[in-house]
Nanobody
């Protein structure tokens, strides 16, 4: 069974950092493009970052450029999202997703999704 599991979310103060992990089971991630998405209450889902099969990262959301970094460790079958200088507006449920086609912020292109991890930025 193909499964993605996110972890690493939590409560952090503004200006703090978190590292989210997206671990795969039942398949190997190295054949997939991986995206991170987020959805805040009463807002549309937003593409945050994606990473190619070779590990090239792309920040899709302008609001995270310079603060978030996506990376992958194929040996560990895991993709990470390092989030620095967090702001209250980063509060959302963060999801990772996988597709075989390309790196994109279009969620409809992804075939496999995790269950999400909550990130709350608040003092």
């Amino acid at each position: 069974q193909l499964q993605l599991v996110e972890s690493g979310g939590g409560l952090v103060q503004p200006g703090g950092s978190l590292r989210l992990s997206c671990a795969a089971s039942g398949f190997t991630l190295d054949s997939y493009y991986i995206g991170w998405f987020r959805q805040a209450p009463e807002k549309e889902r937003e593409g945050v970052s994606c990473v190619t099969k070779r590990g090239a990262g792309l920040n899709i959301a302008d609001s995270v450029k310079g603060r978030f970094t996506i990376s992958r460790d194929n040996a560990k079958n895991t993709v990470y999202l390092q989030m620095n200088s967090l702001k209250p507006e980063d509060t959302a449920i963060y999801y990772c997703a996988a597709n075989l086609r390309y790196c994109t912020g279009d969620g409809s292109q992804y075939d496999h999704w995790g269950q999400g991890t909550q990130v709350t930025v608040s003092s």
